[in-house]
């Protein structure tokens, strides 16, 4: 998800900039890249993930998961 925001931030910035200087718009560069970053971040945290993990899940990766062991301990 992480390549999907730079991915939509990257696109979105760089056709504002040829917009910009194609129509001589007079507008503030950084406050509309600054806008676009944070428009782009906000939607991926609404449609992707919250967190952003280094660790992809291969299967190898048994930290908080079950592992089949009964909860607790059994009485007998």
Do not use: E, H
């Amino acid at each position: 998800m992480w390549l999907t925001f730079w991915g939509v931030f990257l696109v979105s910035s760089g056709l504002f900039l040829i917009l910009k200087y194609s129509f001589k718009w007079n507008v503030s560069t950084g406050k509309v890249l600054i806008g676009l970053f944070l428009i782009s971040w906000g939607l991926s945290v609404l449609f992707g993930q919250v967190g952003f993990s280094s660790f992809p899940d291969n299967g190898s990766n048994y930290l908080f998961r079950n592992s089949g062991q009964p909860n607790g301990l059994a009485c007998r």
